[in-house]
């Protein structure tokens, strides 16, 4: 699989502010993909309709739940500062995360790819991947608009076929647990 990604963005959005934490203005994050916090020294904060983007330094991470992380920001000390917030987008720099191996990709890359399910030899397109959605699975669930509505699609890794940044396409193997796509 190749390496490049599709776009330039020096940023690579993993969640969202939930709500402050705390009476020192800690920032709930809802995380966009499992693990661990990443726990870099840096993110930015997106306006989601403005576009306006503040740097933050982050003192400390910490986890919250399975859905999200807690990021203590040395620039934020109240509650009423960290609830100005609320609903903003969470990036990390690229630059900050260690660099990818050969087949590694970031799921936040394929967002806006066609998404092409094989079965028996014959592709059949799905739709557009809109997002990915963590959930209790081991594997994400990519969020796919079929043309007929939304779907949820499970992503496990070993099912990925190819991904063509250049094509904007991402290939998996056809499974059971997928929904009837008829």
């Known amino acids: 699989m190749p390496r490049s990604r599709k776009d330039n963005s020096p940023y690579l959005f993993i969640g969202e502010v939930t709500k402050p934490h705390g009476v020192h203005g800690a920032l709930a994050i809802r995380q966009w993909r499992s693990g661990p916090p990443p726990e870099v ?32 920001p040395e620039d934020i000390h109240t509650r009423e500062e960290s609830e100005l917030y609320r609903g903003y987008l969470v990036g990390i720099y690229r630059e900050d995360l260690p660099p990818l191996e050969d087949g590694e990709f970031y799921l936040e890359d394929i967002i806006g790819s066609r998404l092409v399910a094989v079965l028996d030899d014959a592709p059949k397109e799905v739709g557009t991947i809109k997002g990915i959605v963590p ?14 509505g939304e779907k949820l699609i499970p992503l496990p890794e070993e099912k990925i076929i190819n991904i063509s940044y250049e094509e904007s396409t991402v290939v998996i193997e056809k499974f059971t647990d997928f929904d009837d796509l008829e």
Do not use: C, N, Q
């Open 41 to 72: 020294p840096r993110v930015v904060l997106k306006h989601p309709r403005r576009g306006r983007i503040i740097e933050l330094t982050v003192k400390r991470w910490a986890r919250r739940s399975r859905s999200g992380w807690i990021i203590f």
């Open 135 to 148: 959930g209790p699975m081991p594997y994400p669930l990519l969020l796919v608009d079929t043309g007929d």
